[in-house]
């Protein structure tokens, strides 16, 4: 009966954290519990109230057999009478277990104070149920939340300038020469002038957008609820699809041709000091040119690994200590490290992150009913662009990694 009480339990457990999870959801969300999800807490608390009713009516069992089997333990057993002859009685069920108080002794006694007679006496009772005898009502709950593995932080993005997209398409103004100033030949001599002209940089936003069309008979009898899984995947997809194409978008945009950072290291492959000598060159140069200081250092996945397995040959101290296995990030020379998996392989780029801008507008989760089908037509949309600045201030690197 014991084991039966934990079965129970468990239930009670799981089902209880099903619930705290649905309802947190909402709560990290901001907004009210939707009727799906209202009706799945429901059906799940019916069931925590059988349960209950159930554990109270077992435990009180439980109880009453350890209290019975407590005092019978205090009284002398009668000896049994033997002749001299021994006839085998047929097995009379009713008379080993007159009542059912005395069977729940003779289980306790048998599973809790392990007692060889009681543990006997119930082989001899017992019929062996199994669980593939009564396959029709064993349950098979789904615990939830649903597993979900994709990664939605979309780095690249938020790496860079985000402002609220105003339109379809819009220009960006940009200063392509300034006034002038300089120092006065002499008193009541002429100074320098010079027009200020501006131009403008076309921006056209892309529209990233699916749908898909959802039977109610699915959305009504689902647990977790359908509906709310599509729409967090919805939004996770988006996610994945604006960083991936905004990350290729910014690639693309930088025009200068890739510096190759030549293997200086007896071991042929590029060494932290190539790498320290590439990078202030290239900062140096831009700020010869004007240019803001570079901030931050954009890379694929393999140039995060490279540069983390790089070590100091006279020490064997790590070259680059700010990265970190556990956070894809660090500050290399003070660079912030960007590490974002949708950069093809090998991509390593330097500049200065306010000069690339991400606009967007997300419409987010829409639906709607289509009562002749019954079916619950639902979709995601958003809308975006990304506008490099000042294509010539990044640098674009080949890094040899070739072990």
């Known amino acids: 009966m014991g084991a039966y009480l934990d079965r129970l339990n468990e239930q009670f457990a799981e089902i209880t954290d099903g619930i705290n999870v649905l309802v947190d959801r909402a709560a990290d969300a901001g907004r009210d519990v939707t009727d799906d999800e209202q009706s799945q807490v429901d059906r799940d608390t019916e069931r925590l109230n059988t349960l209950r009713t159930a554990i109270d009516h077992y435990t009180e069992i439980e109880r009453t057999s350890t209290h019975v089997a407590d005092i019978r333990g205090t009284v002398r057993t009668t000896p049994r009478q033997t002749g001299t002859a021994v006839v085998e009685d047929t097995y009379d069920l009713t008379r080993e277990f007159p009542t059912i108080g005395d069977y729940a002794i003779t289980v306790h006694r048998a599973t809790v104070l392990r007692d060889p007679a009681a543990r006997e006496k119930l082989e001899r009772a017992t019929a062996h149920q199994l669980v593939a005898d009564n396959p029709g009502i064993v349950p098979r709950p789904v615990l939830g939340p649903v597993l979900n593995l994709i990664d939605d932080s979309r780095p690249f993005v938020n790496?860079?300038?985000?402002?609220?997209?105003?339109?379809?398409?819009?220009?960006?103004?940009?200063?392509?020469?300034?006034?002038?100033?300089?120092?006065?030949?002499?008193?009541?001599?002429?100074?320098?002038?010079?027009?200020?002209?501006?131009?403008?940089?076309p921006v056209t936003a892309k529209t990233y957008a699916g749908h898909l069309n959802i039977s109610r008979q699915?959305?009504?009898?689902?647990?977790?609820?359908?509906?709310?899984?599509?729409?967090?995947?919805?939004?996770?997809?988006?996610?994945q699809t604006t960083c991936d194409d905004a990350s290729d978008?910014?690639?693309?945009?930088?025009?200068?041709a890739a510096v190759p950072i030549a293997p200086g290291g007896a071991v042929g492959v590029s060494t932290p000091g190539d790498i320290n000598k590439a990078l202030f060159t290239a900062a140096a140069n831009a700020l010869t040119a004007g240019a803001p200081a570079p901030d931050s250092l954009w890379v694929a996945p393999d140039v995060w690994s490279a540069l983390g397995g790089m070590t100091i040959a006279?020490?064997?101290?790590?070259?680059?200590?700010?990265?970190?296995?556990?956070?894809?990030g660090g500050n290399p020379l003070g660079l912030r490290l960007v590490v974002d998996g949708h950069f093809a392989a090998g991509t390593m780029i330097m500049g200065n992150s306010r000069l690339v801008e991400w606009y967007e507008d997300v419409d987010g989760l829409m639906q709607i009913g289509e009562p002749d089908v019954l079916?619950?037509?639902?979709?995601?949309?958003?809308?975006?662009?990304?506008?490099?600045?000042?294509?010539?201030t990044f640098q674009k690197f080949t890094l040899d990694v070739t072990p």
Request: proline fraction near 7%; include cysteine; glycine fraction near 6%.
């Open 159 to 201: 790496s860079v300038v985000k402002k609220p997209l105003p339109a379809g398409s819009f220009d960006r103004p940009r200063i392509t020469q300034h006034v002038k100033v300089s120092v006065q030949a002499a008193e009541k001599t002429l100074t320098d002038s010079q027009k200020l002209l501006i131009d403008k940089m």
């Open 249 to 256: 978008t910014f690639v693309a945009s930088c025009t200068n």
């Open 375 to 392: 079916g619950q037509l639902v979709g995601y949309a958003g809308y975006g662009a990304l506008l490099n600045l000042a294509p010539t």
């Open 314 to 328: 006279a020490t064997g101290q790590p070259a680059y200590p700010s990265l970190s296995l556990t956070s894809q």
């Open 218 to 239: 699915d959305i009504k009898w689902t647990s977790p609820g359908i509906l709310q899984i599509v729409f967090d995947d919805f939004a996770s997809i988006y996610a």
